[in-house]
């Protein structure tokens, strides 16, 4: 009965929406719990979903309610895969500046892809319909 | 968010309680800070001992204040953050912007 | 802003968990409460939605966590609606005797559908790949 | 599930707190009844007031748990059923199978 109690694979769309935030995060809570990821390691990948999921809703969807966000959770042995959809227009990568670069330390915006790639061990980013951003966070000690 | 203003020393001390995200705490801080400055209460103190997570809307948020507090010839300096909030401000290399102390009574008196 | 905080739709599909169950609780939480439902309404809502979840997960999908149940939340003007879907082999409506009889009083199961059509508007089973339970409540006062 | 037993003029009282529900506290009630019954405590008082929800599956567990005390001779009534739990049994025509009581020392008094 334990066993079933496991999540391995969420696929969760949703109408544009910030209510819905605190849910993913106890979602996300549960399975890195289950994954044995230790609380630091939760906490860093909740922050990089997060801005994945706000950039998806400012960004990608604009805050339109009539647009969706899709997010799929799937977890292996070693590694938690998350991936954010959303319906926007996509953005031009190499356009994105360092926020670490002296000119840039005092703006008030422009960190969010910065801690993705911080905190997770991949981030891959696919613009076709919308943006896609996957992250990759693997369980310490398993090999990369 | 929950936000405590208390005035010690000349000093404005903001006691934040919550989360600083999108959404949430971000407006809320903004214009409490705004409305102090306005007053003239130019020298601030944000106590972050229980402000438990912050994302890059809240850091921006911080900056965004920081600035307006700093071009109207005020202050603004942080008290006990936490280890979290204190990583995230030093990979983004903003540690050595913000003064912070984790002795309210040292942080009041380094404004003098 | 606070219009962003509503979740409109919604359309989550997992393997089979026992786990995610108290998420998908506390989301048909928000969503009730957003909706204006009262206190008892959301509680029989949540009380007919994991009748339906059960089923889908004892029944329907035998526990097997390589199967999936696809949920549905959907808000209306004047009504929800969930939707409930296995990956199953469906069964025989027809046969399934009512719970109230005499001869059924003491039966240790079978009240779960029974509790679905107690509790909601509507109750709609349909079986095609696996079953789906369609459940709908309107707003108190809407017309039906 | 929370399940606590106290021993009250040769019954036994069953202090539940938690859901009674698929997976949850289900089976472990069972196993504590079971194991009352076979040490011959067969006089059963189940405390409900801290049950705030339970399925048709909880509902099965009662009656399971019922029946098998009565087999074995023995006699298992509700205490402090809530409105809602309540409202489960009435619909599925229960109510009268179970005895139950709002008052403690009342419910005690009825085994003798
Ligand atoms: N999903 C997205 N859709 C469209 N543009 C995006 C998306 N994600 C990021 N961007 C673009 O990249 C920029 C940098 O994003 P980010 O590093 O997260 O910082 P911020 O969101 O604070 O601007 C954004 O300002 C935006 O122009
Ligand atoms: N999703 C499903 N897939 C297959 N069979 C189902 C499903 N839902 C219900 N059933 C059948 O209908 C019966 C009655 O279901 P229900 O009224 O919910 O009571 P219970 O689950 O306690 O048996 C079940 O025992 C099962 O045989």
Redo the contacts between chains.
């Keep these: ?1 334990s ?18 935030l605190d ?1 993913i995060k ?2 996300m809570g ?1 399975i890195c719990e ?1 994954m044995e990821f230790d609380e ?1 390691s939760s ?1 860093w990948i909740w ?1 990089a979903t ?2 994945a999921l ?1 950039n998806a ?2 960004h990608g969807n604009k ?1 339109d ?1 009539n647009k ?1 966000v899709h997010l799929v959770l799937s977890t292996l042995d070693d590694e938690f895969t998350i991936s954010v959809q959303d319906e926007g227009e996509g953005f031009d990568q190499s356009s994105i500046p360092d ?2 670069a002296p000119e840039n ?8 892809l ?2 993705m790639r ?1 905190f997770m061990d991949r981030v891959e980013i696919q613009i076709n319909q919308g943006t896609k951003v996957t992250l990759t966070k693997k369980i310490k000690g398993s090999p990369s | 968010m929950k936000i405590d203003l208390r005035l010690e020393d000349g000093i404005t001390v903001v006691d934040l309680e919550g989360t600083i ?3 949430e705490g971000d407006v809320q801080l903004r214009k409490t800070l705004f409305a102090l400055i306005e007053r003239g209460q130019n020298k601030i103190l944000l106590n972050m001992e229980r402000v438990g ?1 912050m ?3 809240g ?3 911080l ?2 204040c ?2 307006e507090v700093h071009e109207r010839g005020g202050q603004l300096k942080l008290l006990n953050i936490s280890k ?1 909030i204190k990583d ?1 401000l030093q ?4 540690l050595s ?1 913000f003064e912070y102390f984790s002795d309210e009574a040292k942080a009041l008196s380094s404004f003098k």
Tied chains: 1, 3.
């Design positions: 009965m066993q079933l109690k496991d999540i391995k694979f969420v696929d969760l769309r949703f109408s544009t929406s910030l209510g819905i849910i106890s979602l549960r289950q630091d906490y922050l997060q801005e706000n809703i400012k805050m309610k969706f926020p670490t330390l005092l703006k008030t915006s422009g960190r969010g910065f801690f911080n | 995200t999108i959404g997570y994302d890059s809307s850091v921006g948020e900056i965004s920081f600035k979290k995230l990979i983004t290399q903003l912007v």
